[in-house]
Antibody, heavy 120, light 106 residues
Framework: QVQLQESGPGLVKPSETLSLTCTVSGDSVGGFHWTWIRQPPGKGLEWVGNIFYSGNTYYNPSLESRVTLSVDTSKNQFSLKLSSVTSEDTAVYYCARLKEYSPVKWFHPWGQGTLVTVSS | SYELTQAPSVSVSPGQTASIPCSGE??????VNWYQQKPGQSPVLVMY???KRPSGTPERFSGSTSGNTASLIIGGTQAIDEAHYYC?????????FGGGTKLTVL
């Protein structure tokens, strides 16, 4: 059974780069698609971006200029980098597997989430 | 940009049927998924492709879509169903979430 675990700094200074890693167990990261989704405190879910096993990436248009997703098959991990952060980027960040049964796609399972606070 | 609209809250009495709507333009032509999130927990997929239940989702959960509205329906609602529910769809390669509905069982 696939399990995902987010890791990374819980506190990032404004204007710096937020970096998170999702470690996958129970599946090969190279054979599937993956996603990052975030949730500001007390608010709803916001999609950040997807990375497909083909290497293709798709990002939320509102974040596209600052986001980079990548996969490290040697460590069975995938990562998120978000540059030039502000307090608006404070959120719980979730990683999840993107399942596809063409043309249908959905997110399952999700990691437990990690809170990232942007503050000086 | 494509938008999904959900009512902020829905209330239901235990044992009754809860219907949680999600509206978006021509939604019946898209593939709608639903996620349940309980306080302090990660979201969990409870419905995909409008009305398909993943393993682990109780049979009292069902889904339907017609025109511009998709609905997550919970028959015989139980206290454990109290949670936030989010609909989700795709607009080409872009993922869209609804704002979420808090289901209160009282």
């Amino acid at each position: 059974q696939v399990q995902l675990q987010e890791s990374g700094p819980g506190l990032v200074k404004p204007s710096e780069t937020l970096s998170l890693t999702c470690t996958v167990s129970g599946d090969s990261v190279g054979g599937f698609h993956w996603t990052w989704i975030r949730q500001p405190p007390g608010k709803g879910l916001e999609w950040v971006g997807n990375i497909f096993y083909s290497g293709n990436t798709y990002y939320n248009p509102s974040l596209e200029s600052r986001v980079t997703l990548s996969v490290d098959t040697s460590k069975n991990q995938f990562s998120l980098k978000l540059s030039s952060v502000t307090s608006e980027d404070t959120a719980v960040y979730y990683c999840a597997r993107l399942k596809e049964y063409s043309p249908v796609k959905w997110f399952h399972p999700w990691g437990q989430g990690t809170l990232v606070t942007v503050s000086s | 940009s494509y938008e999904l609209t959900q009512a902020p809250s829905v209330s239901v009495s235990p044992g009754q049927t809860a219907s949680i709507p999600c509206s978006g333009e021509k939604l019946e032509n898209k593939y709608v998924n639903w996620y349940q999130q309980k306080p302090g927990q990660s979201p969990v997929l409870v419905m995909y492709l409008h009305s398909k239940r993943p393993s682990g989702t109780p049979e009292r959960f069902s889904g339907s879509t017609s025109g511009n509205t998709a609905s997550l329906i919970i028959g015989g609602t139980q206290a454990i169903d109290e949670a936030h529910y989010y609909c989700q769809a795709w607009d080409s390669n872009i993922v869209v979430f609804g704002g979420g509905t808090k289901l209160t069982v009282l």
